[in-house]
Each structure stands twice: as structure tokens, then as C-alpha cells.
């Protein structure tokens, strides 16, 4: 059964739509998980619910039953609205951070220095997590759906990262995060991360686990790789690139506050549901993303 039909746009790129039988599954689970109040129908676009079902291989029960475990969890968490005063502490140091560019596929990235953690609260590690991946997807170009990873590993101690709040993590990305992951590179990793991350793979999925890659500044195909998904003119030099490393932390302040302005504009009930679409803006579809020369870049994968 062909999970997509593909039509060209005036601009001449393709456009994924949603073929009838899988049609019919978003219809079906819609119906199974009831009504929906005002911000839950936002986020239960067609794109999302067709997340839920590509992550539990078009099981329509099992799509169901997960997007509600979803919805629980978001009613609860509200990670909507977390705002920037409430991470600015765990996010002052550029211990994760979204840089102003995408990678060449309209992907959003988001940056990793574990040498700079400077919190010892899981909770408040989680939440500055959430935070930077609802902005992230709030970034994304049209027709796009995933986050781009970029880890980079200079001055890497063991002391810098906790298992407890990596085990959380992933949690939190498989469960409530379906196929948002496009790519993780961890850039420059040393040997004494290799325990920790064996430690690590027993609670990654098979998809999650393959999205992973190491690369080294040192090695060509990995730099030809990211070449291939970043313009180097903007790319961080810590990442191979020209750019500059690291950011100004007031002005992305500024720039984080800007983006919970939008996501407050987006995310309030009161909007019309009649004029939003179910491939709405936070949840623009690419059900081909799989099979995105994106996402096969070769870069060594410890076994």
C-alpha cells in the first residue's frame, strides 16, 4: 500500500499527500480518541496523527493509544507554555541552544555542548529540553517536520552528563516526540563516551538508535557530510564551518521571547479552528522523511 501520492507544486518541488487507505486510519483514529478541546484539536493535525501512526508502523489501536498517552502528557507538562524566563538559568551558559539557521532541508537544529551543563536538576534539564524542541519545531520551513541534532563533544567530561537525565530524554522524544528526530551528530565524541553511551542504547528504539551518528573533525566523508546539510558559510566552525561558535546570550534571549510571543499567538484556544487547517504550521507533514537523502549520511555508527 503506497503511503503517499505525489503532486507537483507550482514551485515546482513535490508535494506529500495522504493517500486514501491512510487517509482512512487518521479518520479512524481520530474517532478513537474522542473529542478534543480547542488547543488539543491544534495539535492533533492530520500531519501529527500521521506521526503517531508512521511510529507504530500504521497500527491504527496502537497510534491511538499512544497519541493519548501524548495528549495526557501535554495537558499535564503544558510544554507549550514554558517561557524563557523559566529555562534562562539552565540555558545561560549555551548549554543548548537553537542557532538562526536550518540545515539545507528546512530542518531545524538544535546545538549540544555537554561541557557546558551547569545544573544538577533533572527536572529543569528536561523542561530547558522541551522548551528548546517546541521552538525548534516552531521553526521549521514548510512541508518539513524534523530537528536536527548537533553535539558537539570539545571538552567533554564524564561529570558533564547524567544517565538518569539521558534515560529521560529519550523518553521523552520517542513518546512524546514521534518522528521529530531527523538526525543527532555527535561531533568529536572521545573514547570515554563509548560506556556511557552503551549504558544509553537498551532504552533507544531501533529508529532513534539509527538517527544517531558520530562524526570527527578530522575525518573527510564526515565533513563532505556537512557540507551536504549546511551551507558552511553559517555552519559553527566548532562544526566544521565558518560561522561563529556559541551565542550571544541577550540576544537570543530576545530572540527565544519572540518565539514564545508566536507560540502563544498559535496555541490560543480562542483562535478560530475553522480557519486552520489540519496540516497546520507546527505540524507541517513530510511523511517521506525516512527515505530523505537527509538522513543517510554516512557517518561511523559504533556497534
Known amino acids: 500500500m503506497s503511503q503517499v501520492l505525489r503532486k507537483a507544486a507550482s514551485n515546482g518541488h513535490e508535494k506529500m499527500v495522504i493517500s486514501k487507505e491512510h487517509q482512512a ?7 478513537l480518541i474522542g473529542q478534543l478541546s480547542a488547543k488539543e484539536s491544534l495539535y492533533c493535525s492530520d500531519a501529527s496523527i500521521t506521526r503517531y501512526l508512521s511510529s507504530r508502523n500504521w497500527n491504527v489501536n496502537k497510534a491511538a493509544q499512544m497519541l493519548k498517552q501524548s495528549l495526557k502528557w501535554r495537558k499535564e507538562y503544558k510544554p507549550e507554555e514554558i517561557r524563557w524566563e523559566e529555562i534562562a538559568d539552565e540555558a545561560k551558559t549555551g548549554l543548548m541552544y537553537k542557532p538562526n539557521y536550518n540545515d539545507k532541508y528546512g530542518r531545524s537544529v538544535l546545538v549540544m555542548r555537554p561541557c557546558l551543563q551547569n545544573s544538577k536538576s533533572t ?24 530537528v536536527v541534532w548537533l553535539v558537539d563533544f570539545q571538552g567533554f567530561k564524564l561529570s558533564n552528563i547524567s544517565f538518569k537525565v539521558a534515560r529521560e530524554t529519550a523518553q521523552v522524544v520517542q513518546e512524546y516526540y514521534p518522528k521529530r528526530l531527523g538526525l543527532a551528530i555527535l561531533y568529536n565524541a572521545p573514547m570515554i563516551f563509548q560506556p556511557f553511551f552503551s549504558m544509553v ?57 519572540e518565539d514564545d510571543t508566536k507560540k502563544l ?10 480557519s486552520i487547517s489540519h496540516n497546520a504550521p507546527l505540524d507541517s507533514i513530510r511523511l517521506d522523511a525516512d527515505s530523505d537523502a537527509s538522513n543517510n549520511a554516512k557517518i561511523a555508527v559504533p556497534n
Request: charged share 30%; proline share 3%; aromatic share 12%.
Open 25 to 31: 486510519k487518521i479518520t479512524e483514529v481520530r474517532r
Open 123 to 146: 527536572q529543569g534539564q528536561i523542561k530547558h529540553f522541551v522548551y528548546c524542541m517546541e521552538s525548534a519545531i516552531l521553526n521549521l520551513a514548510p512541508n518539513q517536520e524534523q
Open 201 to 257: 542504547k537498551p532504552f533507544l528504539e531501533t529508529e532513534t538508535y539509527n538517527k544517531i551518528k558520530f562524526g570527527y573533525s578530522n575525518d573527510h566523508s564526515t565533513k563532505k557530510i556537512m557540507e551536504d546539510l549546511f551551507d558552511k558559510d553559517i555552519l559553527e566552525s566548532a562544526f566544521g564551518g565558518n560561522g561563529d561558535t556559541g551565542i550571544d546570550i541577550n540576544k537570543y534571549a530576545e530572540r527565544m521571547k
Open 265 to 274: 499567538s498559535f496555541w490560543t484556544p480562542a483562535k478560530s479552528l475553522s
